[in-house]
């Protein structure tokens, strides 16, 4: 009897034992020494080797998968995951050199702060102090050869012709070597930076962007999920290794030059104005990835989740870029992309942390439409909104409150025959009025397997028939979560209005600083983890806490004593 081995299990168990190293170790290493084995191991494991690919605003990087599409199909074949960055070289900084050369050194200057301090506090050994040191003198050079464009130009920051700037940059008095390299470093910088957005912006405005992207998912063959970021993390501002790039590779400078900006950057940097594009031109993707998908295959969908991560908040963006091109695509070719969607997962992202005051009308019609028409899906198994990035912050020197985004709109409309495969509500940060959130609530089938509510402000009287909705929704599916779940299915966090009181409390925080809570706080406290017990099912005939007098009586009589400091808008 020959002896077994390895190769003797079948195929399925191999590529779970190869999965498994993967997914769960993210061993890529051996997932390619596999591949080196044999045929077979090699057909089994390459397409484990690329589950997620990043696709930049860029033609190269259209160009680079196409290659792996072309050369390396096994492994495409794998891809489960296609993160879409829309850092985005903006048209005020490509063609107005002052302002780009104002903008890059005041990132190197925030390192330089950051280099200073950490010499400073840890820079322990004397080989770490002089290396850091060195990298210092070398950014005030940097600077020293960028200084006098900041002087010269800034009477004419209006005025800049490419004459002007071309008889500039043939002067080549007062300089040391290294200087005149800097300097010539900066120009070629913003050469290359203007030559991006030409190209960032011819394929944003004729759809060549969107289109490649969906062909490329209609040829990976099956579903995947769509991450739409703005910023992908580039190290450049980890401020050590950023020091000692530029000490040791020539490359770090003139790469950081040409980096493009993240939607944070634009809005805190790039102001909008009425005779430029707008921004954020770039985010116009979000609205017309999933039509160029859906046009892709009519047939099979091909998205399974979508993500938009870091959604722009900011007063001085223009959100009408978000809406598909009016000569092509409209609202309700998105809504006919988003039919079959299964899951859909959006957080706004803002800058400066919460909004000085609300967004003008015409911003929120806009953003309205958007989130409307893709939670116009009945086959959304999966919703998670996080609309933090839009409330506004609280200003007691101006009397204003802190304001919520109005999401009835959102949430007042569900589709005619609701969510009947919805399993998973994650919703944060956001005011509902009583009739809305009662009408989502119902619309809601018999898989829900988890609830989450967080900083939520009912506009109304009563949580009672929004929390026994759930309860009745959670209770046709707890035989089924008792057997595969091993986490509570209800999470409470910060509800406010109503019976809760005009303030949002977290139940963590009162437990985390016991001794220092309020009876109010602590009354309310309890209600909260009574309410999520109660959606819970922890106890089959349990009665609504909110019901209960004495419970609900030791909470009320503490609101006389708070602020209404909440508003919605």
């Known amino acids: 009897m020959p002896t077994l081995t390895l190769m003797h299990l079948p195929d399925d168990v191999l590529r779970d034992m190869l999965d498994f190293l993967g997914g769960s170790y993210g061993d890529v290493e051996s997932i390619k020494s ?63 050199s002052l302002r780009f050369a104002v903008f890059r050194w005041s990132q ?36 020293s050869a960028w200084k006098s464009e900041f002087e010269r130009w800034r009477p004419l920051v209006d005025q800049v012709t490419d004459e002007m700037l071309a008889a500039f940059k043939a002067e080549d008095a007062v300089f040391s070597d290294e200087q005149l390299d800097y300097r010539q470093t900066l120009f070629r910088g913003h050469d290359e930076f203007r030559r991006l957005h030409q190209e960032q912006q011819r394929l944003v405005v004729d759809g060549t962007f969107v289109d490649a992207v969906a062909s490329a998912i209609a040829r990976i063959g099956h579903p995947v999920s769509v991450s739409v970021i703005h910023n992908k993390g580039e190290p450049f501002f980890s401020y050590v290794g950023f020091a000692k790039s530029l000490l040791c590779d020539e490359m770090t400078l003139p790469r950081l030059l040409t980096q493009p900006l993240t939607w944070s950057d634009i809005v805190n940097n790039v102001p909008e104005s009425s005779d430029r594009e707008p921004g954020l031109l770039a985010a116009r993707v979000l609205a017309e990835l999933p039509i160029a998908i859906s046009k892709a295959s009519p047939e099979f969908p091909l998205l399974k989740h979508y993500k938009i991560l870091g959604f722009p908040a900011s007063l001085e963006t223009d959100y009408s870029c978000i809406a598909p091109r009016h000569n092509l695509w409209g609202w309700a070719d998105l809504a006919t992309a988003c039919s079959a969607l299964p899951k859909l997962s959006f957080s706004a992202a803002n800058p400066r942390g919460e909004l000085e005051s609300r967004l003008a009308p015409s911003q929120l019609k806009h953003v309205h439409t958007f989130l409307a028409t893709c939670l116009s899906s009945p086959s959304l198994k999966k919703i998670d909104l996080d609309l933090q990035g839009f409330a506004t912050c609280k200003d007691r020197f101006e009397n204003r409150p802190r304001q919520l985004f109005q999401a009835t709109k959102l949430l007042a409309s569900p589709p005619n025959q609701g969510f009947p495969r919805l399993h998973c509500v994650y919703l944060s940060s956001m005011a509902v009025e009583q009739a809305a959130l009662e009408a989502f609530c119902s619309s809601i089938g018999d898989s829900l397997e988890f609830v989450s509510l967080y900083d939520v402000r009912l506009i109304g009287k009563s949580w009672l028939k929004v929390t026994d909705t759930l309860r009745d929704a959670i209770r046709r599916r707890k035989a ?31 437990m985390l600083a016991s001794m220092r809570v309020t009876p109010g706080e602590a009354a309310k406290a309890l209600v909260m983890l009574k309410l999520m017990g109660y959606v819970a099912c922890a106890v089959e005939d349990a009665v609504n806490p909110l019901l209960d007098p004495k419970l609900m009586g030791e909470m009320s009589q503490h609101f006389e004593h708070e602020d209404n400091s909440e508003e919605e808008f």
């Open 34 to 96: 596999s591949r080196l084995v044999c045929r077979r191991l090699c057909e089994l494991a390459s397409p484990l080797l690329l589950p997620t690919v990043t696709i930049n605003l860029g033609q190269s990087s259209l160009d680079r998968l196409n290659h792996i599409l072309t050369t390396n199909p096994l492994v495409a074949s794998g891809i489960r995951k296609v993160v879409v960055a829309l850092e985005y070289c903006p048209e005020l900084l490509a063609t107005d």
């Open 108 to 143: 190197i200057g925030r390192v330089l702060r950051l280099v200073h301090c950490d010499t400073e506090l840890f820079g322990n050994r004397r080989n770490d102090r002089q290396e850091l040191q060195r990298a210092v003198t070398k950014m005030e050079v940097v600077k």
């Open 480 to 510: 089924w979560l008792q057997r595969v779940r091993y986490e509570e299915p209800v999470c409470f966090e910060g509800l406010h209005g109503g019976e809760l009181g005009p303030l949002p409390l977290s139940t963590m925080d009162v």
